[in-house]
T-cell receptor, first 111, second 114 residues
């Protein structure tokens, strides 16, 4: 009974492709997030949804589009992948302003 | 704007020695502060947090941190390091009025040797 799960765990793809990463939480939280961790381990928030409404949208290329079909799911779709998109992407969830619970991450490698 | 600085990207200690990981923050309003740990190839796990109240906060695995407003610091300590403590540690601050947006420091890799 994983709290925050992500699929896939690893994703290797060619430049120019379109790919999606899925996230699900079974904690009943109302807020979900996407973070990007680069090769130097630096973590930066990308998006956040609260009750399916986008509330944080950082300076991210519009090739990245989050979608939240319901409170328990937040997916990340990336168009026209570039080498610089290679990173580990983490999903997280919280109930309001409480502690954020992180998923195991998806390692994206763009060749 | 809030920011977090972690002094020392790598810290190495002997097993049984004191662990001290430094974190300084910049915030114009009282901050919410966090320490997260990341084990290899895993997600982040919350060690401890400071929101209000007691400035010395205790977390999991024997870690604690003290919020010092005058020094704008939130250093993480553990009296006696264990081999299993080897991991990446991140200090983070919540942006006020920012929908629970966490701003992370660059991380400190802790190595523990026998």
């Amino acid at each position: 009974d994983t709290a925050v799960s992500q699929t896939p765990k690893y994703l290797v793809t060619q430049m120019g492709n379109d790919k999606s990463i899925k996230c699900e939480q079974n904690l009943g939280h109302d807020t979900m997030y996407w973070y990007k961790q680069d090769s130097k381990k630096f973590l930066k928030i990308m998006f956040s949804y609260n009750n399916k409404e986008l509330i944080i949208n950082e300076t991210v290329p519009n090739r990245f589009s989050p979608k939240s079909p319901d409170k328990a799911h937040l997916n990340l779709h990336i168009n026209s992948l570039e080498l610089g998109d290679s990173a580990v992407y983490f999903c997280a969830s919280s109930q309001g302003w409480n502690e954020q619970f992180f998923g195991p991450g998806t390692r994206l490698t763009v060749l | 704007a809030q920011s977090v600085t972690q002094l020392g990207s790598h810290v190495s200690v002997s097993e049984g020695a004191l662990v001290l990981l430094r974190c300084n923050y910049s915030s114009s309003v009282p901050p919410y502060l966090f320490w997260y740990v990341q084990y290899p190839n895993q997600g982040l796990q919350l060690l401890l947090k400071y929101t209000t109240g007691a400035t010395l906060v205790k977390g999991i695995n024997g870690f604690e941190a003290e919020f010092k407003k005058s020094e704008t610091s939130f250093h993480l300590t553990k009296p006696s390091a264990h081999m299993s403590d080897a991991a990446e540690y991140f200090c983070a601050v919540i942006v006020s009025g920012g929908y629970n947006k966490l701003i992370f420091g660059a991380g400190t890799r802790l190595a523990v040797h026998p």
